[in-house]
């Protein structure tokens, strides 16, 4: 019975010739298979008693036999496809303990490049009844006769021959230049169809050539360069296309190194050839690992986005009815208020006109706390000297506002404060620091004890005049950090004072010790 040469369960889309690779997915049926009808299945007996099952699944179709487990072995011939129908081959299928064991010769193999510079070498695939192809190992397009023993787990597959860009490829391409056909007599044991519905990486459609008369200069193991070190650029940037630097760059990472490895064994002519080669086979293999990882985490990207999207309506709508919820309970509230007496509702609508002049008051204070902080310094000003600092602004009130050597409030400084109060309390959250200080005239404990004195009555005094007392601290500081000469009396006159340090959110400075900023510059006015 003659069958259709071309495989054609695969269809290809990679990111070679600037395709992008897409993720696993179930290949749909080929727009040219036809199904055949149910009268066309037969079973027919051999004269050994072992039968011959033959079901056309698919209009083109792989012939897949049951090995079976025996000893001794049986043999399969290949024949060449439309793309390179002088191709031809043999093998030898020997049923072992935990395997088959594959011996396979073939001829007729032109370089892989005559079918597009992105095809390099070829890869024997056993493909099981279901559809699984396992990839058995790599035909080396070396000469005109190519030899390859492997073995498989599989116990019934049917086998081809593909082109392939390098040789760890998982899933076939739609290059086919081999199947296994059956050899009357000769192969024994239960003949199956090859299920056409394949989970594949699609790598797109390639251009069509014309085998190897395609290519003017084809790539063989031959090359002053071998093979193995096209294949490791070829993988490396079929899976840099489909985006594996940025999905997988510690396998790029360590296939990139195993490529420059390779190169310069490649450039020194003394270089050992078989290391060079074990290099680049082993950036091909981590190019590919890191391509299947890129597909498998763009997958898994994808479908998150998926996932976010549906999760994020879900949300959507749950938010629209709690609103239409909302709107549906403030209606009815609307309507109950306007029940309510007149007098009700203009007390209601005034509160909330106070509630939006405060917030709005809120919101611009901390919107604009420089406006706000040169507004009060010169508040304060009017009234004590205020000068800027990192500290916040601070009110100085001189020696003179005391009478000598005591810490009694004199009555003009009790007016000057209770002023200062006034301003102070028209801004709720500010933080007031009273700092006593003294010249050096006198004992230590004598001027720390008046400096904390001072600082202690006009703390007093200000709460007294309604400043919160959980705003406002005093401390004394003695005759330490003085702001002038101790040696002149102008400069002792300066040292004896008191400050208030105002600070807050509202004015935009944070309240700290004399210790901390005393270094830090003044805050910009």
Known sequence: MNRPNLFTALMLSAGICGSTAAALYAQEPNPTAQTAPA??????????????????????????????????????????????????????????????????????????NGFGPEYLTYVLWAISPDGRPNNLGEVLPSNDKNNIDVTTALQSFGMIVTA??????????????LQNVIIN?????????????YSLLPRGAYAQTDGSKANPNPITRDEKSPLELYQANNAIRIAQDAGADKYAPEIMSEAMQD????????????????LEITFARQAVQRAEDARLVTLRKQAAERQQNADNARRDAEAQAQQSQLQ??????????????????????ARAEAAAAEAQARAAAASKSATDA?????????????VLATSESARGLIVNMSDVLFDTGRYTLKPSTQLSLAKVSGILQAYPGLKVQVEGYTDSVGSDQYNQKLSENRADAVRDFLISQGVQTDNISATGYGKSKPVADNATAQGRSQNRRVNLVVSGDAIGVEQSSPDTTANAPATPQ
């Open 39 to 112: 009268q066309d299945s037969e079973i027919k007996k051999q004269d050994n008693g072992i039968y011959l099952y033959r079901v056309k699944v698919v209009q083109r179709d792989l012939d897949a036999v049951n090995y079976l487990h025996r000893s001794g072995s049986t043999n399969i011939a290949f024949k060449g496809t439309t793309l390179l129908p002088f191709a031809k081959g043999s093998a030898r299928v020997t049923s072992e303990r935990g395997g088959i064991h594959i011996s396979a010769r073939f001829q007729g193999l032109t370089p892989a």
């Open 164 to 177: 392939e860009p390098y040789f760890s490829v998982t899933q076939p391409s739609d290059v086919v230049v």
């Open 324 to 345: 239409a919820q909302q709107s549906q309970l403030e209606a009815e509230r609307a309507r109950a208020a306007q029940a309510e007496a007149d007098a009700d509702r």
């Open 185 to 197: 007599d000769k192969t024994v044991g239960v003949l199956e169809k090859v299920n056409a519905h």
């Open 259 to 274: 490529l420059r490895n390779a190169t310069d064994i490649d450039r020194n002519k003394k270089g050992d050839r078989h």
């Open 370 to 382: 420089n406006a706000v902080r040169e507004k009060l310094r010169s508040q304060l000003n009017s």
